[in-house]
């Protein structure tokens, strides 16, 4: 490892005065980055900082305006992601690059096949080389599972996997945390110390300031394009890497003051629901949410969460069972009418659910009620009041974006998630539904939406939060429900609640059962 | 034996079952080899179909790269005859001509394909309208030049022949009617069947086959590991013109010896929907290709020679229009009933764009 005052070796990689421009924005505007021989270098930045696009860049699916690439010393032309594998470098996308068809070996080795002979792929060879990989870094894998129906956890395992079989010498890693949990964290860390070690140069991409203090080497920190510092982790802390990111001082835990519950505004009897294999996934969960209290799901991903949540906001059909919003019955509603009775819904994937990414900004801001006034007269659509609603909430909620105009695929991953929040947070309601809210958010935006969320609680909304993040749900819980394979196995005051007993009930339900059962891959 | 038929066949309602069973014993080995014949356009079509949507293009040019095949194979040969002469230089009735008009006739299909490649992966055009301008434009072009080179009525080089096997094959209990079907036939539509194994087995055993599955579902992630999707598409496109073309020529230097304006009437599309019914394989293509033109053979059968007692009565009794829809009502049964959902890959019919070059 490297440390300040030892010999500096030549730096892996350098990247000098890379400047990207898009229509509107400039992404990276003369930036400079350099990697030593087994360090683990960490870069960090707000949301649209430009993170993604510099290591596009380097890893040849976006060229660079200005600026030059040096691999050990020698400028290099790097003309596409092929050339990139070849000159040694890798990367795991902050999106996932998998074919879900297609089996765990089969994505793993795509581009780089075990042949028998020159035509024909030598698939038993193929599965032995990838459950080796895998029990060489410390996942058991089948690497004949489809990797759709793998949970997300184990498809990012995956998606590492295949880098790491590519064995590069310069590794980049894209919020590849963001999905995963602490001890799914600390595996992947273990990985990424060992390859240090071994000489591999790394980049890691989190907004996770904690594991980037945890696991990173040096940390560069970019703001809209620049460099604006770099850090060793020993000379830091949180807040300062916050406000360095930010600009200004950001607090990183919300004071949630008193709350003060009212009338139950969601109830749920015995709901049933399953899911898309059809086996049950929600048994009979009984549950209460009460107007100005916000009861937040602890539980390892894949133990119902998804499914309970989307059986209430209407997107799935309750297998059995009863949903109750302030008395009226939406078992079986359809998501308008569920919409319009007052309940909206942050979803986990925002790809799937909450966007649509090939619409310009301003629609996706009003795609809960574009077809009612003012956003519609009769059948004709009324830009300005679309273009001023945009404009207002793009501002409110600080979505960089060069104009409300452009596509939102085009936009960074954090500022898609905000694109979702301020959407849904702008309407008056009586439940608010959040999965994953601040899922790749950073540390500035996550302040601002934990705001939000309290204040919409204190105006008497009841929340429903989900988040494999337990520390949020510690932190903004009035009440907590701790869901495993299905059921709430326990329900404790968000004040008192002891971290590490809803921990363990995560893990295990309540009983002595081994934790790897939880977070298994889904078959 | 036949006392036990004759029981059998007269039980009311079962006995008509047990009739259409002993009709098609009867009639299905005679008709076996016509089968091959009428499925060969279609299946090759739809192998065109999941070459190129294996890899994400949909292709609803088929149709049109098939009818020029067919017109330019018939009119090279028209050319080359004079030059080359008839004389049979091998087996199927091969002359140079012929072959020599076959193999400008499969390249005048990766031509056109060329051109679909260039509009909807170069261009980006939509995949839809560039397909539909190849079929229009191909359609007015070959009608025009026939109508022009057929009033000379012209000496074409002829047809390729059948292969005969012998009796002793074809006789033999059970097997020999499939043997027939298959060996009965001239060299395209006994390649078919070959070409159908390669496929399916290069489709999903080898790395061409992994790569073009790949850009098919998603193109980015095939992007990211290093694959280069746009060649990837243009290869396929341009294979899958080889097969369309081949299904051309056999109409028009295999099954006949001379071009007809229009001659493919629809086998292009037919071979889309091949395509879907056997969820984009090769075999299964093949399958419904099969299906489809033994309910066409089977709905002749019955117009032209009926069977005789209860069964033939209720049978003549229908329209003639039921046996023409046959083959159309056994697809929407059988894509309904037995196929379920078919899945497209999932990038079909979206253009990539590499940002990269940009
Ligand atoms: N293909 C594109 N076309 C237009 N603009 C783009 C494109 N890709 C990125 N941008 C813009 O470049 C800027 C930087 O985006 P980038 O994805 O690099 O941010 P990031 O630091 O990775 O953020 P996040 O933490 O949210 O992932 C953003 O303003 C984004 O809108
Ligand atoms: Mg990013």
């Given at each position: ?523 | ?25 009867n009639v299905v080995p005679d008709i076996s080899p016509l089968i091959l014949q009428a499925a060969t356009p279609i299946a090759l079509a739809a192998l065109c179909g999941v070459m190129c949507e294996?890899?994400?293009v949909v292709n609803i040019g088929i149709e049109g790269i098939m009818i020029t095949a067919a017109f330019v194979g018939w009119y090279s040969g028209v050319l080359l005859v004079p030059v080359l002469g008839t004389t049979a230089i091998g087996p199927f009735g091969m002359s140079l001509a012929l072959v020599v008009a076959l193999g400008v006739a499969l390249a005048s299909g990766v031509v056109i394909s060329a051109l679909h490649a260039w509009l909807s ?6 995949q839809i309208i560039s397909g539909t301008i190849i079929n229009i434009a191909a359609f007015g072009l070959t009608g025009y030049l026939n109508n022009l080179i057929a009033k000379t009525s012209p000496n074409g080089a002829g047809a390729f022949t059948q292969f005969r096997p012998p009796r002793?094959v074809t ?5 020999g009617w499939i043997l027939n079907m298959f060996l009965n036939q001239g060299p395209i539509a006994m390649s078919v069947i070959v070409l159908v194994v390669i496929f399916q ?33 243009y290869r396929n496109v341009l294979i899958g013109g080889v097969f369309a073309a081949l299904g051309g020529a056999y109409l028009s230097m295999e099954a006949t010896n001379s071009f007809q304006q229009g001659m493919t009437t629809g086998r292009g599309f037919i071979g889309l929907a091949a395509m879907i019914v056997g969820?984009?394989?090769p075999v299964g293509a093949f399958g419904a290709a099969l299906l489809f033109s033994s309910s066409t053979a089977l709905g002749n059968s019955i117009k032209f020679s009926p ?12 329209p003639d229009q039921v046996y023409d829809a046959l083959p159309y009502l056994v697809t ?27």
């Amino acid at each position: 490892m490297t440390t300040p005052d030892a010999p500096v070796r030549a730096p892996a990689l350098e990247m000098r005065g890379i400047t990207k421009r898009y229509p509107g924005v400039t992404a990276n505007d003369h930036i400079d980055l350099d990697v030593r021989p087994g360090e683990i270098h960490a870069l960090l930045g707000e949301n649209g900082a430009g993170k993604t696009t510099l290591m596009n860049i380097l890893y040849g699916l976006a060229r660079p305006d200005e600026g030059a690439i040096l691999l050990d010393g020698q400028e290099v032309n790097i003309s596409g992601p092929s050339d990139a594998i070849a000159r040694g470098i890798n990367m795991v996308h902050q999106h996932f690059m998998l074919v879900p068809v297609f089996s765990i070996a089969e994505n793993i080795l795509l581009g780089e096949e075990t042949m028998a002979g020159p035509i024909f792929l030598d698939r038993r060879e193929a599965r032995r080389g990838i459950v080796e990989l895998g029990r060489r870094f410390g996942f058991e894998i089948d690497p004949d599972l489809r990797v759709g129906s793998l949970s997300v956890g184990w498809q990012q395992r995956v998606e590492i996997l295949k880098a790491l079989y590519r064995d590069a010498k310069i590794l980049v890693l894209d919020e590849p945390t963001a999905v995963l949990t602490p001890q799914e964290t600390e595996e992947i860390f273990a990985v990424l110390r060992r390859l240090a070690a071994e000489g591999h140069s790394i980049v890691f991409i989190s907004h996770k300031l904690y594991e980037v203090l945890e696991i990173a080497d040096r940390i560069t920190v970019i703001r809209r394009g620049k460099v604006v510092g770099q850090r060793l982790p020993a000379e830091t802390d949180e807040d300062d890497l916050a406000e360095l990111m930010v600009g200004r001082g950001v607090q990183l835990t919300v004071d949630r003051g008193e709350s003060h519950p009212a009338d139950v505004a969601v109830r749920l009897e015995g709901l049933e629901v399953k899911d898309d294999r059809g086996s049950i996934a929600v048994r009979g969960v009984d549950l209460e949410v009460r107007s100005g209290e916000i009861l937040g799901i602890a539980g390892v991903a894949g133990n119902g969460q998804d499914e309970l949540v989307e059986a209430i906001v209407g997107l799935r059909h309750a297998a059995g069972g009863r949903i109750g919003l302030q008395g009226a019955d939406i078992t079986h509603a359809s998501p308008r009418r569920i919409n319009e009775a007052g309940v909206a819904y942050v979803p986990a994937d925002r790809h799937r659910f909450g966007l649509v990414l090939s619409f310009p900004v301003a629609d996706n801001l009003v795609l809960t009620d574009y077809y009612r006034r003012p956003y519609a007269r009769g059948f004709i659509r009324n830009d300005e009041a679309i273009e001023a609603t945009a404009e207002e909430r793009i501002r409110e909620y600080d979505v960089r974006t060069p104009s409300a105009d452009v596509r939102a695929g085009t936009l960074s991953g954090g500022n898609q998630q905000k694109l979702v929040v301020a959407r849904e947070l702008s309407r008056d309601l009586k439940l608010l539904v959040l999965d994953q809210p601040t899922r790749g958010l950073d540390v500035g935006s996550i302040e601002f939406i934990h705001r939000q969320a309290i204040a919409k609680r204190d105006a008497g909304t009841a929340i429903l939060l989900v988040s494999a993040e337990l520390d949020e749900i510690l932190e903004l819980s009035d009440r907590i429900a701790v869901m495993y394979r299905g059921r709430i196995v326990a329900v404790r005051d968000g004040r008192t609640a002891d971290k590490n007993e809803i921990g363990l009930l995560m893990a295990t339900g309540g009983e002595a059962r081994s934790p790897a059962a939880a977070i298994g891959p889904a078959v | 034996m036949d006392g036990l038929i004759n029981a059998l066949y007269s039980i009311p309602v079962a006995g008509v079952l047990f009739q259409l069973a002993g009709y098609l014993v009867n009639v299905v080995p005679d008709i076996s080899p016509l089968i091959l014949q009428a499925a060969t356009p279609i299946a090759l079509a739809a192998l065109c179909g999941v070459m190129c949507e294996r890899a994400g293009v949909v292709n609803i040019g088929i149709e049109g790269i098939m009818i020029t095949a067919a017109f330019v194979g018939w009119y090279s040969g028209v050319l080359l005859v004079p030059v080359l002469g008839t004389t049979a230089i091998g087996p199927f009735g091969m002359s140079l001509a012929l072959v020599v008009a076959l193999g400008v006739a499969l390249a005048s299909g990766v031509v056109i394909s060329a051109l679909h490649a260039w509009l909807s992966i170069s261009v980006r055009a939509d995949q839809i309208i560039s397909g539909t301008i190849i079929n229009i434009a191909a359609f007015g072009l070959t009608g025009y030049l026939n109508n022009l080179i057929a009033k000379t009525s012209p000496n074409g080089a002829g047809a390729f022949t059948q292969f005969r096997p012998p009796r002793e094959v074809t006789d033999i209990p059970v097997i020999g009617w499939i043997l027939n079907m298959f060996l009965n036939q001239g060299p395209i539509a006994m390649s078919v069947i070959v070409l159908v194994v390669i496929f399916q087995i290069l489709l999903f055993r080898s790395r061409w086959g992994l790569r073009s599955r790949a850009v098919g579902e998603h193109p980015r992630a095939a992007e990211t590991v290093g694959i280069d999707v746009i060649r990837v598409r243009y290869r396929n496109v341009l294979i899958g013109g080889v097969f369309a073309a081949l299904g051309g020529a056999y109409l028009s230097m295999e099954a006949t010896n001379s071009f007809q304006q229009g001659m493919t009437t629809g086998r292009g599309f037919i071979g889309l929907a091949a395509m879907i019914v056997g969820r984009w394989s090769p075999v299964g293509a093949f399958g419904a290709a099969l299906l489809f033109s033994s309910s066409t053979a089977l709905g002749n059968s019955i117009k032209f020679s009926p069977p005789s007692g209860d069964l033939g009565t209720i049978l003549t009794s229908l329209p003639d229009q039921v046996y023409d829809a046959l083959p159309y009502l056994v697809t929407i049964v059988i894509l309904a009933g037995v196929v379920g959902r078919s899945i497209p890959p999932a990038a079909d019919g979206q253009a990539y764009e590499r940002e990269a070059a940009t």
